[in-house]
C-alpha cells in the first residue's frame, strides 16, 4: 500500500493523542502594545456582588490576545474589595477604587465601586437556586435529575420544572432538607460541603458566593419568588470571537442581562461546552485551552435556558514556509480558500483523474467504475472529461438506487413497522423522485401534503412509518431542517433555545392527520381542529413553525399548508442551508454543521459564509440536487488529493484536501461482487439484486450488519456507523465467503487469467480492476514477479487479488 494512504488514515487518532499533551504558554509583555480591561469600571452592587474581569493584550496589528491568567492584579484601597488571581472582583465594602494590572511593564487600569454592600435583593427559586443546582450538576441526568431520582432526593433534569423542584426541595420528607432555624444545619448545604457523606461528593466551599446565596435563601424562609421579579432575557459570552493561537488559552465573560435592565456577571453559574474537543476544551470556569490543530471552534455558554457562544480561529503556526494560493474553479472555492488563508493551512495538490474518477463513481453511484469504464476515462483528453463524467453518471439508474438507499435511511422505510406491500411502495416512491430528479423542495412538499389514496400519494406512508404526531414533528423538522427538537418535548432543549411550547406548536401541525379505509384502499387526510396545550402550564398552543411567533389561532384548514409554504420559503433560515449541507457533507466526509442534523446556535458551520452560498445556489436553482453536486465536484475543493502535508496533516474540518471516507456497507459488499465477478444472492430478494437495491434494510446479511447498516429506527443520520472496527478488519482477511469469490472459477479473476496470458498485461488489468488505475512501474514489477515465482498463475492472481481487496485504498474512498 502506498505511504500516503497510511498517512491519511492515521492522522485522528493522532490529533486525539497529541492533545492529551497540550500545555499553556505564558504571555509575554514584549508581544503587547497596551493591555486592556473588560469592563474598563466595574460596578459592584448587593451583597455578594462579584464580577470576572478580562485583560487582553493589544499587539501591534490590534489583535488581542488573553493575559487574564498572565497579569498582576492590585487594588489602591483593598477594603472595598478583593481581587483574586483569576481576575475575580468580590466586594467587601462600599466605597471606590482603582484596579490596576500590570504585565512587565504595561499598566492598565479600571475604575472600581462597591455599593449597597449590605442589600439583599429578593430571592427567587427560578432565578437564584435552580442556576446552582444546574452548574453543580444536582439536577444532571446521572444525579438526582435521572427518572428515578438518586436515594430518595429527585429533581427535574436540567431544572425544567422548578415547581416541582421547589416541592422536592422545601417540602418533601416532611422539609428535612431544609432547616430555617439554623440554615447553615440544613442537609442541603451539608451534603453540598461535604460535612455529610454525600455520593456526589463535596460540591461546594463556604467560601463560595454560591453557598451564600443558598445560606440566604434558606434564611429568608426559602421564597418561591413572584412573578414580577426581573427574569434573564439573555446573556453575552465576551469576547464574542478572537484568532487563538494553538496551546495558548482563553478565559471566557459571561453577563446575564435582566428584564429589569440590571447585568450580573454570571460566568461561575454558566456552564460551558465545547463543540470540537480536539481544537479545543473548556473547563467549569470557562476557560478555554487551544490544542495543535488548526481550525474554528465554538463554546457555548448556557445559563438559566439563554445560551452564547465564543467563536475561535486557530490559524496554524507557519515558521519559515509561505501558504501558497490555491485554486479557485467555482464560488466553492472562494469561500474555502479564504478560510484556509486566514488559518494558514495549505491545501493538497489536486487529484489525479485516476482518483477523481474512483472517488466521483463511489460518491455520485456508489458504485466502482468497470476496468475498461477507468481505461476509456483515463485515455480521455477532453478538457471538460470530470464533468461530463459527473453528468454520465447521474443518468444512470444507478443515481436513482443508490441516493434512494440514502434517504430510505433516514425516512424510515422500515418493513417490520410498515409491511412489504408498504414499504415497498413508499421506497418505490422515493427512488422514482430520485430518477425523476425531482427538486428537493417539491420531495419534501409531497411528504408534508400528503393526501388521499395512498397507491397515489404514496409519500404519506411516511406517517405510519413514524406514527404519532409528535414523532412526525421532530422527524421532519431533523431530516429537512437538520433541527433536533425531540428534547423539547419534555422539557426545555440544553442546547438550544427551543421550549415545549416550540415542540408542541410544531406538532400541532399534524395531529389532524388522520387514516382511513375506501374502496380505493386505504386514505390519508387532514380533519378537524384538535386542540393542543401545553404540557406543564396546560396552556393552549397553536400550530406555528419554529422560529416564529405563536398565533392566536390555528391555521384554517389542513394545517400542513401553512408548514409546507414555510418550509421552502425564503424566510425559512433551515431547509436550503440544510439540504446543501447533507449533500456537502456526503461528498466531502464532514458537514459544514457537524453532526449534520444537529443545526443550532451552540453548533454553529465551520464556514459560515459556504453554507450560506451553497445553500443559495440550491434555492436559485430550484432545489435540483443534480445541479448542486455539480457543482461541489467540479469545485477544486472536492478535486483535491487526499495526500497530505506538513502543512494540512492536522486539518480535518476545513477542506484543504479530500477526507478519507470508508465505504458504505453496501457499496462495500457490491463492490466485492464487481472485483471479483461474483453476485451475492440475498434472501427473500430476486437473484442478480445489488445491494444498494435492497430497499428492505432487515435483509439478513453478516457483512451489511458488520459494516455499520441502518436499522432505521430513528431519523438521526448517525445511525449509519462509519468508522472502521477490529470486527471488520478480521472479517475481510478471513471471510470464507470473501475468499470463495476471489477464487470461484466462473468468476472475474479467473476470467482475467484466461483472457490475459501476459503477465504484465494481467498485472494492469487486475489494478485497472480493483483501483480504477494503471499501476506504477514498482507496482507493475512487483505484481509480474509474484506471478513469476508462483507455480500456479490461477492461484498468483487470486494472491494478489486478496492483498488489493484488503488495502485501504481499496475499502476506502479517496
Known sequence: MRPSIYRSFSLPLMAMLTLLLVP??????????????????????????????????????????????????????????????????????????????????????????????????????????????????????????????QNGFKLSVFGFNAEADFQSLVMEGRGRRIFPASAEK?????????TTPHGGGARLSIDRPEYGTLLAWIEAGMPWGNDEDPRVVKIDVAPRERVVQTETTQQLQVTATFSDGRQEDVTRLTSFQSNNDVLATVDEFGLVEVG?????????????????????????????????????LNFIDSHVNNQLERLNIQSSAPSSDAEFMRRVYVDVIGTLPTAAEARKFLQSKGPNRRSELVEQLMQRPEFADYWALKWADVLRVDQLQLGRKQAFQYYRWIRDSMR????????????????????????????????????????????????????????HHPLDRWSQRDYVGMQSYFTQVKFKGSPVGEMIFAEGDPAATHPRSGEPVFAYPLGEEMPEANPQGDRRQQLAAW?????????????????????????????????RLTNPPSNPELLDALGQYLADNEFDFRRLIAAITASATYQRSSIVHELNGRDEQNFSRYLFKQLEAEVFMDAICQVTGVPEKYHGVPAGSRAIQLWDSSVPHYLLKLFGRPSRTTACDCERVSEPTVGQVLHVLNSPAIHNKIKHAGGQIAELVAAYPDDESLAEELYLTFYARFPDPSERKNAVEYINTQGDRQRAAEDISWSMLNSLEFIFNH
Open 436 to 491: 425523476a430528479n425531482k427538486p428537493l423542495d417539491q420531495f419534501a412538499g409531497d411528504i408534508l401534503l400528503a393526501n388521499g389514496p395512498l397507491r397515489e400519494s404514496p409519500a404519506g406512508i411516511f406517517y405510519k412509518a413514524v406514527p404519532g404526531a409528535n414523532k412526525v414533528a421532530s422527524t421532519l423538522s431533523q431530516v429537512f431542517l437538520g433541527v433536533r427538537i425531540e428534547c423539547a418535548e419534555c422539557h
Open 24 to 149: 499553556c504558554s505564558a504571555a509575554l509583555a514584549e508581544d503587547f502594545q497596551q493591555l486592556k480591561i473588560s469592563p474598563s469600571e466595574v460596578a459592584l452592587a448587593g451583597k455578594g456582588a462579584s464580577f470576572r474581569l478580562l485583560v487582553s493584550g493589544i499587539t501591534a496589528d490590534g489583535s488581542e490576545v488573553d493575559v487574564t491568567h498572565d497579569v498582576t492584579y492590585s487594588l489602591g484601597d483593598s477594603t472595598i474589595a478583593s481581587i483574586s488571581r483569576r481576575g475575580i472582583l468580590r466586594s467587601r465594602a462600599e466605597g471606590t477604587g482603582q484596579l490596576q494590572v500590570q504585565l512587565g511593564d504595561l499598566v492598565a487600569t479600571a475604575a472600581v465601586t462597591v455599593a449597597d454592600i449590605e442589600l439583599q435583593r429578593p430571592l427567587n427559586f427560578q432565578h437564584d437556586i435552580v442556576p446552582i443546582l444546574s452548574r453543580f450538576g444536582c439536577n444532571a441526568s446521572g444525579c438526582h435529575g435521572k427518572a428515578e431520582g
Open 292 to 328: 495543535k490543530s488548526p481550525g474554528v471552534v465554538a463554546v457555548m455558554g448556557t445559563y438559566l435556558g439563554q445560551v452564547d457562544v465564543f467563536r475561535a480561529m486557530v490559524p496554524q503556526q507557519v515558521e519559515g514556509q509561505a501558504v501558497a494560493v490555491a485554486a479557485e
Open 186 to 194: 440544613s442537609l442541603l448545604l451539608r451534603k453540598a460541603v461535604g
Open 567 to 599: 418550509f421552502t420559503s425564503g424566510d425559512n433560515p433551515w431547509f436550503a442551508r440544510n439540504m446543501a449541507n447533507r449533500a456537502w457533507a456526503h461528498f466531502m466526509g464532514r458537514g459544514l454543521v457537524e453532526p449534520i442534523d444537529d443545526v
